[in-house]
């Protein structure tokens, strides 16, 4: 009777305030919408119902999506915060949601809802992030949506420190953190009562496909993995710019540049931007530049420069994307020298693991090259006349019908 009471007490403070969700680490298990709508409250006045406040306009039961994951928000996507940049599917319904990570930092993201979301359902989850220096109003919003459509409930979330996710220091990148943030976003999404914890698998795209892999192989609660167009960092960071492999001495220049950086902070206490994957002149010099894109792109161009340019300054320009506006922490590589991403890879079988690239993708080694390493089950689907960005955002190119059919297989 006394938790009856503790829990009934617990709604009430809910629905005092007004929010859709708060805090709720009181409770041993998620507060329902059942419990929301029948909740009662003992006031001077008598014992009288509690009437919610009322959120911005919803086709569904729901209305009130409540989390008892400790310091986390859901609350509706309003309609001026609402910057994605790919065609929305209005019977979708979205939240805005803020979790932590156990680092600490709050990461910002977007939750779909299932379409035709049923109350008393269950439903299988997928947790979405990428690209490297992308946000969740681009390629990751776009495949949780199609995810939801589906009958899915996805989060697609920007990592730690870029985005609208939280960091003292931004635009900063760490393969570690990364990794955990994929980690917090299965707590999150384990967290909300209509989602079933047996269910849950992740997606990584691009640059994001080492911190899903490899949260992957300690974390037995993601059922199921896939990567599209993906990108090992730490690879791409410590060995190589564009292909071209740092002979011993082209690595020692990007390390003392990188220390230079680091004097330069502390020398100034200011932070700087640079590029996350460092270019070395022929006589041994690494380049320094504080922006990844010009605002013209140069006709001599090479063709992978001007698909990411396409991307990211043309038809999927954001403004708190690093890619479109501006470019990393210049000491965002450091952390990529240090730590392997996808160490372990065989050890996430038995649970199944999905790689698509495209067969005119500048970066399909990284998906073959991993492909090859994991134990089984495991697949390989190389999209026909797919480039890398065409697997950001092309519908009529992405295999969502293959990506789909691989979780309902195995969620």
């Not at 914890?197 to 949260?215: D, K």
């Not at 902070?265 to 894109?293: C, I, M």
């Not at 089950?377 to 990506?403: C, M, W």
């Amino acid at each position: 009777m006394r938790e009856k009471q503790k829990r009934l007490a617990l709604v009430a403070a809910i629905l005092l305030t007004g929010l859709s969700a708060i805090t709720i680490s009181e409770a041993a298990s998620p507060v329902t919408t059942a419990e929301v709508a029948t909740a009662t409250v003992t006031s001077t006045t008598g014992t009288a119902p509690i009437i919610p406040v009322a959120p911005t306009a919803s086709k569904t039961s729901a209305k009130e999506v409540i989390s008892h994951m400790q310091k986390t928000s859901i609350i509706p996507l309003a309609p001026e915060q609402d910057t994605r940049v790919f065609k929305k599917d209005t019977s979708i319904i979205v939240k805005n949601v803020r979790f932590t990570d156990r680092y600490g930092y709050e990461i910002a993201g977007h939750l779909y809802l299932p379409k035709n979301f049923k109350e008393g359902h269950t439903y299988g989850a997928i947790a979405v992030s990428g690209h490297f220096g992308a946000v969740k109003e681009q390629s990751s919003g776009l495949y949780a949506q199609e995810l939801a459509k589906h009958g899915y409930v996805t989060i697609a979330f920007d990592p730690a420190m870029t985005g609208e996710s939280g960091g003292e220091v931004r635009d900063m990148a760490s393969p570690d953190i990364f990794t955990e943030d994929y980690s917090a976003a299965v707590d999150f999404l384990g967290s909300l009562d209509f989602v079933d914890r047996n269910r849950i698998g992740a997606l990584g795209i691009c640059g994001l496909s080492g911190p899903a892999i490899t949260a992957a192989v300690n974390d037995t609660r993601i059922k199921a993995i896939a990567t599209t167009a993906m990108y090992d960092m730490s690879e791409s960071i410590r060995n190589h710019y564009k292909g071209d492999y740092y002979t011993k001495d082209q690595r020692e220049a990007v390390k003392q540049y990188l220390a230079n950086m680091r004097w330069q902070r502390v020398d100034t206490g200011k932070e700087a931007r640079g590029l996350h994957e460092v270019p070395v002149t022929t006589d041994g010099q690494a380049v320094y530049a504080d922006t990844l894109f010009p605002d013209v792109l140069p006709a001599n161009a090479d063709s992978v420069t001007k698909e990411f340019f396409n991307y990211y300054r043309g038809r999927a320009y954001h403004p708190r994307a690093i890619n479109s506006a501006t470019a990393w922490n210049v000491l965002a590589p450091y952390g990529f020298f240090n730590f392997a991403l996808g160490e372990h890879i065989e050890e996430i079988s038995p649970r199944p693991i999905l790689f698509i690239t495209g067969d005119k993708a500048h970066s399909r080694y990284f998906s073959e090259e991993a492909y090859a390493k994991a134990a089984g089950p495991k697949e390989l689907i190389v999209v026909p006349n797919a480039t890398h960005t065409d697997l950001y955002d092309q519908i009529d190119k992405i295999p969502f019908d293959r990506l789909i059919a691989f979780y309902d297989r195995n969620l």
